[in-house]
């Protein structure tokens, strides 16, 4: 077996041959579809006929998997016989590429800014942390107020002062699912290593730390273990919640009074607040929060919207034929809410709807490539009653004129405010909202979506004040 796995991978090279078969994937799929989806494929091996394909992210993996694993491996077999299956897999965060690579994906550290960051690629090693993330830096953070004094922390723990005492120790960051905290943690690592290359940092979430442990308790090599943690002088812990067992968390606290002694700095980061890990003794708790404990809330309108607009000029590097007006933005940061991974998510498919009906990027048109991402329960707690009722207090329009079949400047400026926000607060179709705007046809109700997004984009008041209705519907 080995000796076939050895002789295919002598007679083809996977990177020569990725080059190749990469020309023959953008001519075949086109040049748009290409950049918007197959720039971050990456091989990795060929093993008893399966070749194995990597991407950044599991949407990116579905995506292709359901649409184009037939068509990939109907290329990659021209060029590789032996091939007679694919396999596409998420990588890791900051994973070490394959060499030779022409991917623009996720790039791991070079070798100049890591050589003192410690992680790896297994994920069953003792003796390095877990993968950072090329993308987490403090550049690409938004800041809003919500996460403005985990930011600030985040950036005076990767920034001291020359000859001062370290301030936060531990800085303990805590807050939803998606806010932000693993992006800190790496831009804390990586500016820290810009400014003090010689400084020696170790990376970990819970769950590689306790593994690693159980790992060295059962080959009775503890002691190598805790040599990892010796020298290092920046220590960064991801999930907190995580660390399970209480031999792990003796393990841990040992650790910790050993840096903490010697005044190397923590920075740890879970969901909750240390007084709410309840897997953690009332010793660890009480130490954890001896630091500096920072909440990061739930990401806001402008937080989303700034995630949104670094998004979307990361895509323009790679296709700037794409075109999202502000009103698409907007209309993204006010449904999506739960988390910046879901936003990003929400724009991959927008654009990747884009490039297979070649239509232009709208609101209607965001509307439907997202609609299984919002919950029915959001999608009911706005009515169409509901937007009628604030229209005609906010304008002093009765209800039956904004229903009638008036023109009036005065009529239809509201109903046409009113078709907007009933499109994008609810989940009724073009049709449905036109019935219920006095028997409209729904390219009526397109009509008044479109010019109200082209107002948003170009008038600062009007959009302040469709944004105020939108708020006062949400309350």
């Not at 004094?149 to 800085?171: G, S």
């Not at 969901?271 to 920072?294: F, I, Q, T």
């Not at 229903?403 to 449905?432: C, D, F, N, W």
């Amino acid at each position: 077996m080995d000796s076939a796995i050895d002789s295919v991978n002598k007679k083809y090279n996977v990177q020569d041959s990725w080059k190749i078969v990469n020309k023959s994937l953008r001519i075949q799929v086109g040049e748009d579809l290409y950049n918007s989806w197959f720039t971050r494929l990456e091989p990795h091996k060929i093993e008893n006929g399966v070749l194995t394909l990597s991407l950044p992210t599991l949407f990116l993996k579905s995506w292709i998997k359901s649409r184009y694993s037939d068509k990939l491996l109907e290329i990659w077999k021209a060029e590789i016989p032996e091939i007679n299956r694919v396999e596409l897999r998420v990588r890791n965060h900051g994973e070490k590429k394959s060499e030779n690579s022409n991917s623009d994906g996720y790039a791991s550290a070079n070798n100049n800014s890591s050589q003192n960051i410690q992680f790896t690629d297994d994920n069953t090693s003792a003796n390095n942390g877990t993968p950072l993330d090329r993308r987490y830096t403090f550049n690409n953070y938004v800041v809003g107020r919500s996460n403005a004094l985990a930011h600030a922390a985040a950036m005076r723990v990767a920034q001291p002062q020359r000859n001062t005492p370290i301030e936060f120790n531990p800085l303990y960051i805590h807050g939803p699912v998606g806010t932000g905290k693993t992006h800190l943690l790496n831009a804390i690592a990586w500016e820290t290593k810009a400014r003090n290359p010689d400084r020696n940092i170790l990376f970990l979430s819970a769950v590689r730390f306790m593994s690693s442990f159980v790992e060295a308790v059962k080959s009775k090599d503890t002691i190598s273990f805790k040599k990892i943690f010796a020298d290092v002088d920046l220590l960064l812990i991801d999930d907190m919640q995580f660390l399970q067992g209480k031999a792990v968390q003796q393990e841990f606290c040992h650790i910790f009074n050993a840096l903490d002694t010697s005044k190397h700095q923590i920075v740890i980061a879970g969901d909750s607040p240390p007084s709410k890990l309840e897997m953690l003794d009332d010793r660890m708790k009480s130490r954890l929060s001896g630091g500096l404990v920072a909440q990061i809330g739930p990401t806001d309108f402008d937080i989303r919207r700034g995630i949104l607009e670094k998004k979307l000029a990361q895509t323009l590097r790679g296709n700037t034929r794409i075109e999202i007006s502000s009103a698409v933005l907007d209309f993204l940061a006010r449904r999506i809410q739960s988390s910046g991974r879901e936003l990003e998510g929400a724009m991959n498919r927008i654009i990747a709807a884009h490039s297979l009906n070649k239509r232009p990027i709208t609101v209607e048109e965001a509307a439907v490539s997202i609609q299984d991402l919002i919950s029915e329960e959001q999608n009911r707690q706005i009515m169409i009653e509901d937007v009628l009722r604030t229209i005609s207090g906010h304008f002093n329009v009765t209800r039956q004129d904004i229903l009638s079949s008036r023109r009036h400047k005065t009529i239809v400026y509201p109903r046409q405010i009113g078709m907007y926000l009933a499109k994008i607060l609810t989940s009724r179709s073009l049709p449905e909202i036109g019935r219920k705007f006095g028997g409209r046809d729904h390219t009526t109700v397109l009509h008044a979506v479109r010019k109200i997004e082209r107002l948003i984009a170009s008038d600062d008041s009007i959009k302040n004040s469709i944004v105020s209705l939108e708020n006062s519907l949400k309350e």
